[in-house]
């Protein structure tokens, strides 16, 4: 069984310029939600993905946007970066319906100067 | 809404020994998910165990158990025999039942914990 992988692992951009994070899913998975984990907090909710449709949404502005593929995996995009979305991205999938825990990747670490 | 409430941010134990991690949470849902993840500095969340509100029965993992007290709104994290590679941030965290378009986590701030040798 292959767990969630991320890709990137770390990642540098500037503030002003647009970001793509990518995330496969656990195998037999149909849901993937997105985190935000700023230093030294608990993670924050963005949005969750089923269905290729956005299926709830946190507090965040429409400058982050996601995608879900027809094979479950999915896209977190942020344009005009700022300096407060540097944080640590986490991806997590689930089976929606059945079992609701979800499974997370290893993150990716996003640095805006 | 839901909240959830770790109130020791930082805790240590001796390897061997046993210690618990506290949680509280508020919400006036009667269904719902209870869960702890561990952070080690390698950053990947794992889970560690899981609770569903309507079983009674307390979970257990090995040498993970909780003590879920619904009516009080308590989920505390015991963890026997602690070992070096229990060495984490903690989490708590709360998911509504059958949530529809909401069915997300909602996290405490963690507890750090270090095992010392």
């Known amino acids: 069984e292959t767990g969630v992988t991320q890709s990137p692992t770390h990642l540098i951009k500037t503030r002003g310029q647009q970001v793509t994070l990518r995330c496969s899913s656990q195998s037999g998975h149909n849901t993937v939600s997105w985190y935000q984990q700023a230093l030294g907090q608990g993670p924050q909710f963005i949005f969750q993905y089923y269905r290729e449709e956005e299926n709830g949404r946190g507090n965040f502005p429409p400058r982050f946007s996601g995608l879900q593929f027809p094979n479950y995996s999915s896209e977190l995009n942020v344009n005009a970066l700022e300096l407060d979305d540097s944080a640590l991205y986490l991806c997590?999938?689930?089976?929606?319906?059945?079992?609701?825990?979800?499974?997370f990747g290893p993150g990716t670490r996003l640095l805006v100067l | 809404a839901q909240t959830v409430t770790q109130s020791q941010p930082e805790m240590s134990v001796q390897e061997a020994e046993t210690v618990t991690l506290s949680c509280t949470y508020d919400?006036?849902?009667?269904?719902?998910?209870l869960f702890w993840y561990k952070q080690p500095p390698s950053r990947q969340m794992i889970l560690v165990i899981r609770?569903?509100?309507?079983k009674q029965q307390n979970a257990t993992e090995n040498r993970f158990s909780v003590n879920f007290q619904k009516a009080a709104k308590s989920f505390s994290l015991k963890i026997s025999d602690s070992q070096l590679g229990d060495t984490a941030m903690y989490f708590c965290a709360f998911m509504k039942y059958n949530a529809g378009n909401n069915r997300k986590l909602i996290w405490g701030l963690g507890t750090s914990l270090a095992v010392n040798p």
């Open positions: 997590a999938s689930s089976f929606q319906g059945v079992q609701e825990t979800q499974y």
């Open positions: 919400t006036s849902e009667n269904n719902y998910y």
């Open positions: 609770q569903e509100a309507y």
